[in-house]
């Protein structure tokens, strides 16, 4: 046989493999659909609960305390890969460590952390129906191994994260947990009520490229890419459920919404389990508005004060609890409280004048004031990321031989299109890279601050929040604290997020191949009637020079992970905390 046909067959064969393993992937031949998986531990002996219970009075005697009350401790924030974001983040290719369903999260709790309780907290934007089936199965087999239904060893509750992000401060609301107090399915919700925002759209949003590379690149693990397709396709063929219709009246299969956090009360007050609604995360720059305040929320506690018993003020993301005067924008006009949800793909956008023309389907305009702001300048232990932005992009100017004038002006710029674009600012600035970053847009004297902190949601800005009732009397918000993990490898307690200075949750691309085949630029089926399905690169297309601003058009932006800085997200995960409650009760 002649070099040409040895060629020519091996060009044909290597082209039918592409095409059988682009058929797969497609069609999701031979991939398997997550489940919430098997506990394997064992049940811990009433011998091992009572030892424990004996060291525990043993340590009070020694204390001198007595013992009418004991601490327990537990963690109400875990993700199972049932979560979208925890999902990706198991993929070797993002140096993940394979699926870890609900079911692990109960071994670890009881045999690796000796957690007291804790609750599973998947994103209800990706939890579809059998999802959910599955996960209350599993917290009911979790709390079925405890010897002593009295006296239970480890108490698993049932919930969900209603991960909520506003295109806006007018209708940013942020992340809440929902615990349950009960598990039966007559009790709780049907379905787990998930936030009707930008969310979604990033959790279900699944490019061809950079997707479609990754078995080729990483063959070995050639079935995990296919599960993990398979799952996006099931989470996003469940449809919407109606909006206007009471939650215990829905259709089982589909997927149900709430627009506030006082929607979402509402629905849950349907159901006959007790609930807390915790939030979280709302000083996180990851996805906070930089603008954004709790005054808001305030109003709602009135009519609801449970949803605001708690606050999460610690996590794996860091600590959310100090105020600080400064701000990543300062804020000209706050613009109107906006109770519907809207993106930016809805309408047209004026961001000059802050003004967002939605359009309705009975063809009439709404106008929508969502406020103005400016750049702020540098204050003491503080530089605005929008500021370094500017400065960034003036200094490359003057290098290009630029005149003061002109670098002046695209500095300015610069500064305004940052802060209008938001949580997507940072690429105004083209190769916007972490040394020109820089410490900017963090907060240098906080202790363990998440990215981007936002001193408006912190805890000690809420705390000094007042507003008064109709009779008069003061009005303010009474936070208990939490430290919880928000792990995301069904690890409750600590979930082991620092190891040896990188981190478990999240923890890159094991190698600069890897990296690059992850970051290529996105492409997606076209679809002319989904914003999901266009393919345009406002950011790409906006670049002019490196020394010059990419202007891009928000409603073109396609709202993912990409648009935000995850990867500067995974320097500041850390170890999480920890609940700690004071109990009467025996235990």
Not at 2 to 23: D, P, R
Not at 122 to 127: G, K, M, P, Q, V
Not at 236 to 261: F, R
Not at 423 to 435: A, I, L, Q
Request: hydrophobic share 35%.
């Amino acid at each position: 046989m002649s070099i040409v046909k040895v060629i020519k067959y091996f060009f044909i064969l290597s082209i039918l493999f592409i095409i059988s393993v682009l058929a797969v992937l497609q069609f999701h031949l031979f991939s398997e659909d997550l489940d919430g998986g098997e506990i394997t531990g064992k049940i811990n002996t009433i011998e091992f609960v009572k030892d424990k219970e004996t060291r525990q009075l043993s340590a009070m005697e020694t204390l001198k305390e007595l013992p009418t009350k004991q601490i327990l401790f537990g963690d109400l924030h875990v993700h199972s890969t049932f979560s979208a974001d925890a999902h990706m983040m198991s993929l070797p290719i993002t140096g993940g460590h394979g699926v870890h369903p609900v079911a692990d999260a109960c071994d670890f709790a009881r045999h690796c952390s000796a957690l007291d309780f804790w609750s599973i907290n998947d994103h209800a934007e990706a939890t579809t129906p059998k999802r959910w089936m599955e996960t209350k199965e599993t917290i009911r087999k979790c709390n079925a191994l405890n010897i002593d239904p009295a006296n239970p060893d480890c108490v698993a509750f049932l919930g969900w994260e209603w991960t909520q992000v506003g295109v806006i401060r007018g209708n940013h609301w942020g992340h809440h947990n929902v615990i349950l107090k009960e598990e039966s399915d007559e009790a709780v919700p049907s379905r787990a009520i998930a936030s009707l925002s930008v969310t979604r759209q990033a959790m279900t949003s699944r490019p061809l490229v950079p997707n479609v590379f990754f078995p080729f690149v990483d063959f070995e693990n050639f079935k995990r890419y296919n599960d993990i397709n398979r799952y996006f396709k099931e989470t996003g063929k469940i449809k919407n459920c109606e909006q206007d219709v009471l939650s215990k009246d829905l259709p089982m299969n589909c997927h149900e919404e709430a627009v506030t956090p006082l929607d979402l009360v509402n629905r849950l007050e349907e159901y006959d389990s007790d609930y807390m609604v915790i939030p979280h995360g709302q000083t996180w720059g990851l996805y906070t508005p930089a603008g954004y305040t709790l005054d808001k929320g305030l109003e709602i506690s009135k009519k609801y004060p449970k949803m605001f018993e708690l606050l999460e003020t610690y996590s794996g993301h860091g600590n959310s609890e100090e105020y600080r005067s400064w701000r990543g924008v300062d804020v000209v006009r706050d613009g109107q409280e906006v109770i519907r949800p809207f993106t930016f793909t809805m309408g047209e956008i004026d961001l000059d004048q802050g003004t967002f023309t939605l359009k309705n389907q009975s063809g009439q305009d709404e106008i929508i004031d969502i406020g103005t702001q400016t750049c702020p300048e540098p204050s003491d232990n503080y530089i605005p990321q929008c500021w370094q932005a500017g400065k960034v992009i003036y200094e490359r100017c003057i290098a290009d031989g630029e005149s003061v004038v002109e670098c002046s002006k695209r500095r300015e710029a610069t500064e305004q299109a940052s802060v209008n674009r938001g949580r997507s600012g940072y690429n105004v600035v083209p190769t916007f890279t972490e040394f020109d970053r820089n410490i900017s847009g963090q907060c240098l004297d906080c202790f363990s601050p998440p990215m981007n902190h936002v001193p408006g949601g912190s805890s000690q800005y809420g705390l000094a929040l007042t507003k008064f009732k109709e009779d008069g009397s003061k009005h303010r918000f009474r936070y208990g604290f939490i430290g919880s993990s928000d792990n995301h490898s069904a690890a409750p307690g600590s979930g082991y997020k620092e190891l040896f200075g990188n981190n478990i949750d999240g923890s890159g691309p094991p190698s600069e191949f890897l990296d690059k085949v992850l970051h290529l630029k996105p492409y997606y089926f076209p679809k002319s009637t989904s914003p999901i399905g266009r393919n345009s690169d406002p950011i790409g297309e906006s670049f002019i020079s490196t020394s010059h601003p990419q202007v891009y058009d928000i409603p073109d932006l396609i709202v993912g992970f990409n648009t935000v800085e995850w990867e500067r997200q995974r320097g500041f995960f850390t170890t999480g905390g920890l609940a700690a409650v004071h109990s009467e009760g025996v235990k």
